[in-house]
Each structure stands twice: as structure tokens, then as C-alpha cells.
């Protein structure tokens, strides 16, 4: 009797654990949407110049219904650059997750391996030194330069099974200081400007962010977005291990390729509109992997959503309560200083804690 | 009974229509004044203004200077102007570098008037606030061009036409003075002594001082560093060439360069040195905000020239 009675009781417990960590992961999903739209609010709310939270409300209801200049400030100001930074966000949170399953190791960010400066290079390139180059089509080459920095930084730092940490990072730290050499020769060199289009460049920032660069991002988060989810599944194969990959059919170096290029693509758009921002691939996926665990399938959307709330959030403390700490008026930092300032420290401990597995 | 009705209403037509005339005749004229304007900008671009504006704000202390200029009080400026005194008392939008969109937004402007070499990455977020117009102004040739084109831009026409010819007038005059005068050698340096940045002739600065007849060290360099018109010079040539004057303005440091020269054997060598002839000029005047005050900096700067020789 017990003895019959016992395996179909272990296996709707199984059913039974499946379906509460399935719940489990559809509220962090859940919760991690709620974060970003308190992110998006706390971001409209704030600003240079004090706007009650009901009036904002207002002003996003009926633009006509509220003062001229608080409509302004909500509609051209506060909600472009709330918008472009979560799309950010989301693309680099996505590329971190998708790099790190390539190179199985929690440094695969677009920043460390070199994909960010790549990006920045070719899109520095062509968009200041290439005369009546399309702005539309710098999107393209910042994909082509972070898929090709993406690869020669693989290409070092694998030993024929994987690759180390250690050598990861070195990689990625030597090909990101030759690019952003490069990129601030030719910045220098389209001497228009100055110094603040290097900084855009290199410390990374939503300032010039706006609805008319939103075609540069829109399709491409969509289209990443998308790749990666279908990807998601030959994600967690390749998890396995390369023999295990190999063993049930997946053509293990193919896939690597394709999610390196879905990476490239997400990484490539967000630097093009935003510049280099350090550490949030690394970061959010670190995160996101600790929540929901290390399907991909979780792992991608958690990710994105995160992202995209880390990066509204960093840039509305750039924008407030930085310049509030030094008593700046009129004047913001780049949010890439926070993202650095929050990341720098967890990339520090990885390393310390030689933690190559995920 | 009827014959006063129909004089009643004679007298009320005729009421009417000089009611009509009274209010028509203004109106009519009022149109035509703010008959929509197309202006074109230093971008090539075409901007139309409806009405003359009434909220006008500019993007730096050199735009600002040609809008009062023009009798055009702006309704914010960028951080730190000073002149006119009028307008540090009015809202601050931040730098010229990067101002701020919330504080600019805030001034519910009609019509900005941006700096075609600071603020290009961000005319799309002007745009969204207000109609925009680029303009360059490098050197005091360009004042009273953008004079005439602000005054187009505000319906100021008359006084920028009027300011625009004075200033005309004033650089022909400089010119031919420049022309008659055997000009001293010079030397410019923007920043500090370990990082400076040597203006040329093609600088505002240099434009002055060459209008002025002096003769610039640097002229023969190509550009280099980080802004156009300014070259990097080494010591051994400056030493070499031994200029009668050294301006400098000096910007990254709060020890003014003059000063720093004195415990430096290399620069206290120089016979403008030893001869007090290494001036400190005023940021503003000098480097920072092209505007209609070229005038009172090429007085100045005529002064510093020529001033011993004179006595």
C-alpha cells in the first residue's frame, strides 16, 4: 500500500514545487515590472525645477491641461530621457545576460569584454569623421564594431574549453582602453565641440537623448529582445557544458556566434544613443541570476526589466540628487559615473572571489 | 416716426463703419508687422517665426550681449554673464556647454537662439521647446551679421541695422589704423602655463589684435589641442621668438599665469616679461563672449599696444 501509494505522492510534489517556483518567478517578474514603473515616476517627478506629483500626473494626461512650461518639461524633457534610459538599460542588462552565457562566466558585460568600446569606436568614427554619413546608420556600425570587439576579446581569452576569468578581463580591459584611445583620437580630431562630446563618448549619458534618436534604439531593443527570447532555450542547453550541448544536437560554437551577435546588436544601439556605460550587463544579470535562477527563459525578461529600472533610477540620481550633494544648480553628471560607482565594486569582488562560475 | 428710424439707422451704419476704420485700419497695420518671417540660420537651416517673439532666451553670454545690443532683453542667460548688469539678475539656464533643458523649458521661451558650436547635439531637444536659430559668431566680423540676424529674428530691424553699420564702420576704422602701424610681436595663451592653448589671428583675440597691426608668433603653426584657430607652441620656440607682448587669460587654475611666470627661469627670461609687457586679460571680454563689447576690447587692446608710444 505504501509502497504503491508512494511515487505518484513524490511526483505531484514535483508537480507541486515546479508550479510554486514558476509562481515564484512570475511575481519577481512581476515585481521587477512595479520597479520600473515606480523607477519611471520617481524619474518624471524630479527634475531641475520642482513639479508637484499631481501636476505631473496632470501634465501626462492632458498636455494641454497644465502650464506650458510644466508641460515642456514633462513631455520634451523628463519623459524622452525616462524612456531612452530604460531601453538602455534593457539592451545592456540583456547583452550582460547573454554574453555571460557565452563565455560562462559572470564577467561576460558589454563594458568589460570590450563590445561597449567597440561599439563606441565605429560609431564615433563614422559619425564624426565620415562625411555625410547616415545617422541612421550608425546604429549598424556600432553593432559591427562591438560584434567584432566581442569576438577578439572571445578569441583571447578562450583556451580551447573555456575561458578564465581572469583572462576575460584582461582581454576586455586591453581591447576597451585600445578603442576608447581611438575613439577620443578622433573625437579630438572633429575638434567641433570639444570636450563634451569625449565625455558623451566615454563616461556615457542620457543627456542629449531624445525622440528623435529613438529610432536609433526602438527596433533594435525590440528585435534583440525578441533573438535573445528565442535563443533562450539553446541558452540553457549550451548552460549544460559544450559536451553535454554537443551531446543532445545543439552546434554549441553556432550558437555562441548568435547569441555574441544578438549582444552586439542590443550592446551597439545603446551606445550609439547613450555612449559607454559601465557595468550595468555586468551588474543587473548578477542580480537577476540570484532571483529567478539561471534560466534563460527568466533570466532574459527579469534582466531587461531590471535594466531598464537600474538605468532610469542611476540617471535621475545623476540628474538630482548628485548635483543636490555638491550643491551643482543647473548642472547633472553623466549616469555613467553611478553605474560605474555601483558596478566597479561588484566587478572588484568577482574577481577577487575568482567566481568563474555562475 | 419712420423717417427718424432711417436716420437712427443711418447714423448706426455710419458709427459702425468708423468703428470698423478705428479698429481695422491699426489691426491691418498690426499684421502686417507680424507677418510670418523665414530666417536662415548659420546651419543653412530655415526657421519661421510667426509672430515677433516675445520670450527670447540666448545660448551663451555672447547671444545674449547682441540681443540687448539690439534692445532684445532675453527672458533667462547662461551661468555667470554679468553684463549687462541687468543680466545677472535674471533666471540662470546653466552652461553654455550644457545647459539645463528643465530650467530653459521653464522659461516658457518662444525663441532660442543657440550656439552653432556648443549646442548642435542637442538642437533637437531645443526644437521640441522652441523655434530655433544657430548662429557662429568667431570673430567681430561676424557681430554685425549676427546683429542683423537677431534683428530680423525679433522684428528689431531698425536698431540692429543701425548697430550693425556703426560696427562696420568701427572695424573699417581699425583696419585702416592697424594698416598704419608697425605692430608688436604677440603671443596668446588660453589655460595654464602646462596646458595652454596658443590663440592665432583666427581666434577672437587674435582677430583683434591682428586687426590692430600686431604681429601673432603662432600664425604659422597649424591648429592643434581640442579648439579650432589655437596651435600648440614649444618653449624653445616662443624663447626663440621672444614676443614684445604675452596675453594670457588663464582658465583651469586659480593662479593667474602672470604670476606663475614670475617663479618660472624659462618664461621670467622673456624680455615682455621683464619689460611688464604679460597681461592677464578678462575671460569674458577677450575669450568667451563674442559680442558687441569688441569695441570697448579693441579700445583696450589699442590702448595696451600702442599706449606707451603715444605719451
Known sequence: ???????PASASHALGLARRRLITRLMIIALSSLLLLGAMILALGSGAQSIAPDEVIQALQDRESVRKSVALIIHEVRLPRAL????????????GALLQGVVRSPLGDPYILGVSAGGGFAAAATSLRVEGFPPDAVPVMAFIGALIGALIVYAIAWDGSGVTTTRLALAGVALTAMMSALTTT????SVQGGGQIIFQWLVGGLYTASWREYHLIVPYSIAGFVLAMLLAKRANILALGDEM?????LRVEWTR???SAVAAVLAGSAVAVAGLIAFVGLLVPFVARRLVGSDFRFLLPVSALLGAALIVSADTAARVTFPALFHLKNIEFPVGIITALIGGPLFLWLVRARRTQW | MQSATSARRI?????ALMLIAAVGVPLAAAQEASEPRTIVDFARRQITLEAPPQRVVGMSASISEMLFAIGVSPVGVTSGMDYPPEAAALPDIGTGYQPNLEALAALEPDLIIGNAQLNMNILDKLEAIAPTIMIMTMTASDVPQNVRLLGQATWHDTEAEYLARAYDGYLALADKIGASHEGPSIVFIVGTLDVPNYGKSATYFGDMAKRLGAVNIADSEADAGPFPGYAQLSLEAIVDADPDFVFTVTRG?????????ASDPLWSSLSAFQNARVIELDNRLFVESPGPRFIEAMAQLFDILYGEGME
Not at chain 1, 186 to 189: A, E, G, Y
Not at chain 1, 245 to 249: E, I, M, R, Y
Not at chain 2, 11 to 15: R, V, Y
Open chain 1, 84 to 95: 531612452a534610459g530604460a531601453l538602455v538599460g534593457l539592451n545592456l542588462a540583456v547583452a
Open chain 2, 253 to 261: 587654475s586659480p593662479t593667474p599665469m602672470p604670476e606663475t611666470m
Open chain 1, 245 to 249: 550541448a554537443q551531446g543532445l544536437g
Open chain 2, 11 to 15: 447714423i448706426s451704419a455710419l458709427l
Open chain 1, 1 to 7: 500500500m505504501h509502497a504503491e501509494a508512494a511515487p
Open chain 1, 186 to 189: 578622433v573625437v579630438v580630431m
Open chain 1, 257 to 259: 556566434f548568435l547569441m
